[in-house]
Structures are given as C-alpha cells and as structure tokens.
C-alpha cells in the first residue's frame, strides 16, 4: 500500500503547488504567512476530526517528541512559499522536489538495506528526471528572458535570491524526510497517526501565531473565507499529508524519491491552468519520471 500512498501523496501535493503559486501574490510580502495561517488552520481542523472519527487517544507530548520533523518540514514550507513570489513554479517544483533525493541518500547511508535492482533502478530514475527536469526548465526561462524585450512579471523573475528559496527548501526538507522516515520506519518511535495529529496541531499552532502576527501586529486585512486559492492549496496539502505518513512508515528510502515525483504533477497543471509552455524535452524528463515510477509500481507488486 506504501506505493499508492506515494502516488497519492505525489499528486495531491502537485496540484497544491499550482494553487500556492496562484495565491502567492508579488506585491505582498506577507503572503508566505497568509499561506501559512491558511494551511494551518485547515490541518488544524483535519486533525480535530480526525482524532474524533477514529476515536484516538492523543498524547500531547506526542508533539514535544516529532517536533524536529514538524520543525524542518514547517520551516522548509515557509521558504518555500516565500519563493513562489519570485520563481516560477515549472521552476520552483523540481528543484524543491530533489529532497527526495537527499533523504533518500541520507537513509540509505545511515540506514543500508537490502534493495532489488528494480528498487534501484526505480529511484535512479525518478531523481535523473526530476533533477534534468529542472535544469531543461532553468534552461528554457533563460531563454524567455533574453528573447523578451518586455517587462516580466515579478513573480516569474529568476535571480540568485529567488533560486536559493527553492534550494534551502529542498535541503531542509530532505533532512527533515529523513528524520520522519527514523522516526515512521526505521526506529519506529511514533506510529502514524500520532505523527500526523502531532505534525498537524504543530502546523496549527503555528496558523494562530501568524496569525495573531498579521491582525494584531501588522494589521493585515485577512478574511480566511475570501482566500480561495491558499483555501485550495490548504486542502490539497493536508490531503498529501495524510497519505504521507503511510507512505513513509511503510518504506521511507523508497518512497521518498517517488513521492518527489509530485514536482512532474506541478509542471503538467502549470502548463494546463498557468498557460506555461513546455519544450519537447521536458517531456521527456517527464516521460522518465513516469518509467521510473512504473519500475517503482512493479517492485511493490512482486
């Protein structure tokens, strides 16, 4: 089941991506913070219903114990949604997504394991075409750029600043993978479910501050009900979280890259709804991602 999860959670999490890029606006420089109060509030409300559906018994030091994970993945997020104002999101998504990557390596060096050479294969796969994936899109907005004698949307710039987003992203988030696939898989220090409902009520808690930062600090105007594209990314973003803990805990090395691919998702909705065009080979990279996830899919079933 690990293996649907990670399908689940790639493409939830892609489709979020369009929606963090539409609600991050340029002129705004706290939207970060309105994207994070927005997707905090809504796990906040998923973890709530959930503890209560599944009649679970939460320990609230449950977050005192995954605050490491909830910390490097909240933080990386925040980035990351700084970032969007800068980078376009064909961009932003692959570069980000190679934290599959990083944790990968990581739990495969701290924590070896027998492999196939489908598995193998799989993720060699995967992490070619989402890293190629990047360098073909770096490569075509370069191109944009010189070809255009017209003024570009700030949100589409690329600069030194707007590409070291995406990278701390991937970084950050690469470490705080490998530290989740510790605690879900390898040492088993946290089931699934309280390391869902500790992440979440983290994440809410987190909503509140920021929250309380905008309206009582800043006085930002604020209305959560108007903000329909951070609503729709919030939702999104919960919906992958929660297939993520089940991929994680049933086999992190692996499912790591392959929940990466969800950057191959963002670029194919960023080419249907943003109206960003796509080169022949960037098809290709995706065409690669896609084998290499099929090598992963049949893996699963032998």
Known sequence: ??????????????????????????????????????????????????????????????????????????????????????????????????????????????????????????????????????????????????????????????????ITFPILYALIDGVGTFADGIYLDELKLISEDAALLAYEFTFFIVAVLSYMYLKFVKKETFILLKERDKGAAAILETTGQFFYVFAMAGNAIIAAPLIAAHGIFSVILSRIFLKEVMSPRQYIMIAIVMLGIIFLGVSEGL
């Open 1 to 162: 089941m690990w293996f649907i999860f990670s399908i689940l959670t790639a493409f939830a999490w892609g489709a979020a991506n369009l929606f963090y890029k539409k609600g991050s606006n340029p002129d705004d420089k706290f939207s970060h913070l309105k994207i994070v109060t927005m997707v905090g509030f809504v796990m906040g409300i998923h973890a709530v219903c959930y503890l209560f559906i599944k009649d679970i018994t939460f320990d609230p030091f449950d977050m005192v114990r995954y605050f490491p994970v909830s910390f490097m993945y909240i933080l990386s997020m925040t980035i990351g949604y700084i970032g969007l104002r800068y980078i376009e999101l064909s961009i932003a998504a692959p570069v980000q997504n190679s934290a599959g990557a990083v944790s990968a390596i990581l739990l495969f060096i701290f924590f070896p394991r027998e492999m196939s050479f489908i598995d193998i294969a799989g993720i060699i796969i995967v992490t070619i075409g989402v890293i190629g994936l990047a360098i073909f899109e770096k490569q075509a907005e370069d191109r944009a750029l010189k070809e255009a004698n017209e003024t570009i949307d700030p949100k589409y710039q690329l600069s030194v600043l707007a």
